[in-house]
């Protein structure tokens, strides 16, 4: 169904577009004192001034080391085969490779890299990690002159990791699994 | 044939067309730099050669203001890939940016930025016809577009051409016809004869408040820019006459618009604003010493630089007219109110003589 909408005519004055155009000036001139004057804008200079990030941002995913300084990965290789873009490629030490650099461990990978080009972080290795060895992080600039500098191997994301926040594993799974029961569920 | 004549021409067509270069390209820069203080932005403040960064505090200042960056902007022009796409009409699609920028270039040739210093007259031509040789040239303009238009065998370039073909003929009319009142007051053509009137009997402004509207809202009309930008309109002709343009030939089109702001600035100070002259510290008269004559051309300078920030300003103020809206406002407002001034105008002569 047509719906006549009346449109109410200029007046003489709406004509002469003397209106607008001063309450053009106005706005534009308001907005240039409030730039040059106030120093009131918008833009963020990215490399000077960066976001503050929110908890829980999901950046470039890195290794992380125990509180002795010990690779905390096992080389389980469940992350390599969660990873959706496939972008960790984990090298197992074999029969007679490396030893665990901890004590309770029976291996750790001789080598482990993430391809930061194919990675989307979205997480699930740091999710599916059974030994709370890789968290996804802060970064979120990651640049390189090379496809080949963006694939980051073991000794590279384990600087960049740090140490791991959180070392009591089971302890956090049970308290992640009481959280989950407990969450209020709306109906 | 006058050596010295040719001689002193030729040095004041180098300088002039050197400056209003100069003054295109910087004002690329206050387009840019001004629509991000209305757009609450922060503008070019980025770009600077390497050796700045070691000049203390006036680097940091000009790199701020985005000093050199017409220098980037105009070397990524140059050595940007220069293509032509399958299809267009080459003579023509080379032809048309040359038959843009020359008719630009020609109009400042009658503007007098000056007195004079020493013997020379600070105006390269002083054609008796001036003004009629800057309509007669401003016109040309539209044929550089519709070549474009044409040439790129493209359909938004073609709308492009079309659209730029009847608003500026539209608007050549009431823009020629905003100025007969000026003539008739003046009793002259020439420009020079203009500004001394002026200087003796006030600026023109004041006599033909109605002829300096339609005369400015023409010129916006006549240069393609917003809020009578149909012809290159972004958001629907996606750049219309120079869509199928890239580098060099795209800057003439640039360089072009521009140039023709700064012949459209210079016209309305000569014609209304008193040209070189100012009313007090004796700058109304033809300079005597070279200080005066200098000072006579900056401050020719600075009125035509302030037309040209109320250019930029504008666009950033009004959105783009309707094509209907622009048709009616050219022929049955401006046409009309044109007409009304030369009558008044006359009869006002005629009852005061």
């Not at chain 1, 960066?50 to 999901?58: A, D, H, M, V």
């Not at chain 1, 990651?142 to 070392?167: C, D, H, Q």
């Not at chain 2, 300003?313 to 022929?331: A, E, H, I, T």
Request: proline share 6%; with cysteine; charged share 15%.
């Amino acid at each position: 169904m047509a719906v006549v909408v009346n449109r109410k005519a200029l007046t003489f004055w709406e004509k002469l577009y003397l209106p607008a155009i001063i309450g053009g000036l106005k706005v534009t001139l308001k907005h240039a004192y409030n730039t040059l004057i106030l120093r009131k804008v918008v833009t963020m200079e990215y490399p000077e001034q960066k976001w503050t990030l929110p908890t829980g941002y999901r950046g470039a995913p890195y290794l992380v080391k125990d509180q002795d300084g010990d690779t905390k990965c096992v080389s389980c290789q469940l992350c390599e085969f969660v990873c959706p873009p496939k972008a960790i490629r984990i090298t197992p030490p074999g029969d007679t490779g490396l030893k665990a650099d901890r004590t309770n461990a029976e291996k750790m990978p001789a080598e482990f890299e993430i391809n930061m080009l194919r990675c989307i972080f979205c997480g699930f290795c740091q999710e599916v990690c059974p030994e709370e060895a890789i968290f996804l992080q802060q970064d979120y600039s990651l640049t390189a002159l090379s496809r080949g500098e963006m694939i980051y191997n073991k000794e590279k994301l384990l600087s960049l990791g740090g140490v791991s926040p959180g070392i009591q594993k089971w302890k956090h799974k049970l308290e992640e699994a009481q959280a989950q029961e407990n969450f209020p569920v709306k109906l | 044939m006058n050596w010295n004549f040719i001689i002193f021409s030729l040095v004041k067509i180098a300088i002039a067309i050197g400056v209003v270069q100069g003054i295109v390209m910087y004002s690329v820069l206050a387009e840019r730099k001004i629509s991000a203080w209305i757009q609450d932005r922060v503008g070019p403040n980025r770009t600077a050669p390497p050796f700045v960064k070691f000049i203390p505090v006036l680097g940091p200042f000009l790199t701020r203001l985005g000093f050199f960056q017409p220098l980037a902007d105009g070397l990524k022009f140059l050595v940007k890939e220069d293509f032509t796409p399958a299809g267009v009409k080459q003579i023509y699609f080379w032809l048309a940016p040359a038959v843009t920028v020359i008719p630009a270039m020609l109009t400042i040739a009658v503007i007098p930025f000056g007195s004079q210093m020493g013997a020379q007259k600070m105006v390269i031509a002083d054609l008796n016809v001036g003004i009629l040789y800057t309509f007669g040239i401003v016109s040309m303009g539209v044929y550089g577009i519709v070549l474009a238009g044409y040439a790129a065998n493209s359909k938004y370039p073609f709308f492009g051409g079309i659209r730029s073909s009847a608003q500026m003929i539209s608007y050549e009319i009431s823009m020629g016809m905003s100025v007969i009142p000026v003539l008739l007051i003046v009793g002259n053509l020439n420009l020079s004869q203009i500004i001394n009137w002026q200087s003796g009997h006030g600026w023109l402004f004041l006599y033909a408040p109605l002829s300096f509207i339609i005369f400015m809202v023409a010129s916006f009309a006549e240069t393609n820019r917003t809020p009578f930008d149909l012809p290159e309109a972004e958001t629907e002709l996606v750049g219309g006459y120079h869509t199928e343009y890239s580098s060099m030939k795209f800057a003439l089109f640039f360089l072009a618009e521009y140039s023709n702001m700064v012949s459209s600035s210079a016209m309305m100070v000569t014609l209304f604003f008193g040209g070189w002259t100012l009313p007090f510290w004796g700058l109304d008269q033809p300079a005597h010493s070279l200080a005066m004559g200098i000072a006579q051309i900056f401050v020719f300078l600075a009125k035509m630089l302030f037309f040209m920030v109320v250019f930029i300003w504008v666009r950033w103020m009004f959105p783009r007219f309707r094509y209907d809206q622009l048709m009616d406002l050219g022929w049955r407002r401006f046409l009309p109110l044109a007409l009304v001034n030369i009558l008044i105008t006359a009869v006002w002569l005629w009852l005061r003589s």
